[in-house]
C-alpha cells in the first residue's frame, strides 16, 4: 500500500507495544502489522527547525535554501506554520527582514493571487 507523498511510515510494533503496556491488553496480530504514516517531526520540532531556517534566510536571502530545507523536513501537514512563523519573526526584526519575509511568501506561493482573492 502506497503512502501519501507527505506522510512517512513511523512505527507500528513500538507504537503498539506502548498502548498495550498503558491499556493492559495485547495488541492484535492484525493491529501490528498495519502500519502508521504521518510526519517525521512533532509540531514544536516542526516549529523549532523553521524558525532556525527562516533565521538562517534573513543572513542568507536565499529563497531556495529556505524551500529546499522545508522539503527535506517532510512535514507536509505543518506547512502553515512556516507562514507563521516567517511573518511572526519578520515583524519582530527590521524593515529589512519584513522585506525577506514578503519575498519569500511570494516565492512561496506557487501562483499569484487574482484581484478577487486579495
Same mark, same amino acid.
Given at each position: 500500500?502506497?503512502?501519501?507523498?507527505?506522510? *512517512?511510515?513511523?512505527?507500528?510494533?513500538?507504537?503498539?507495544?506502548?498502548?498495550?503496556?498503558?491499556?493492559? =491488553? &495485547?495488541? #492484535?496480530? #492484525?493491529?501490528?502489522? #498495519?502500519?502508521?504514516?504521518?510526519?517525521?517531526? #512533532?509540531?514544536?520540532? *516542526? &516549529?523549532? %527547525?523553521?524558525?532556525?531556517?527562516?533565521?538562517?534566510? *534573513?543572513?542568507?536571502?536565499?529563497?531556495?535554501?529556505?524551500? %529546499?530545507?522545508?522539503?527535506?523536513? &517532510?512535514?507536509?501537514?505543518?506547512?502553515?506554520? @512556516?507562514? &507563521?512563523?516567517? @511573518?511572526?519573526?519578520?515583524?519582530?526584526?527590521?524593515? %529589512?527582514?519584513? =522585506?525577506?519575509?514578503?519575498?519569500?511568501?511570494?516565492?512561496?506561493?506557487? @501562483?499569484?493571487?487574482?484581484?478577487?482573492?486579495?
Amino acid at each position: 500500500e502506497d503512502a501519501p507523498s507527505s506522510s *512517512f511510515l513511523l512505527s507500528s510494533s513500538s507504537h503498539l507495544a506502548e498502548e498495550s503496556r498503558n491499556s493492559g =491488553e &495485547k495488541p #492484535t496480530a #492484525t493491529a501490528a502489522a #498495519t502500519p502508521i504514516y504521518g510526519p517525521l517531526l #512533532t509540531l514544536s520540532e *516542526f &516549529k523549532l %527547525r523553521v524558525s532556525d531556517i527562516v533565521r538562517e534566510y *534573513f543572513d542568507s536571502s536565499d529563497v531556495d535554501e529556505v524551500v %529546499r530545507c522545508i522539503d527535506e523536513l &517532510k512535514c507536509r501537514e505543518y506547512h502553515p506554520e @512556516v507562514v &507563521k512563523r516567517a @511573518v511572526s519573526l519578520g515583524l519582530d526584526a527590521g524593515p %529589512r527582514e519584513r =522585506e525577506l519575509v514578503s519575498r519569500l511568501l511570494a516565492c512561496l506561493h506557487p @501562483v499569484p493571487l487574482r484581484e478577487e482573492e486579495m
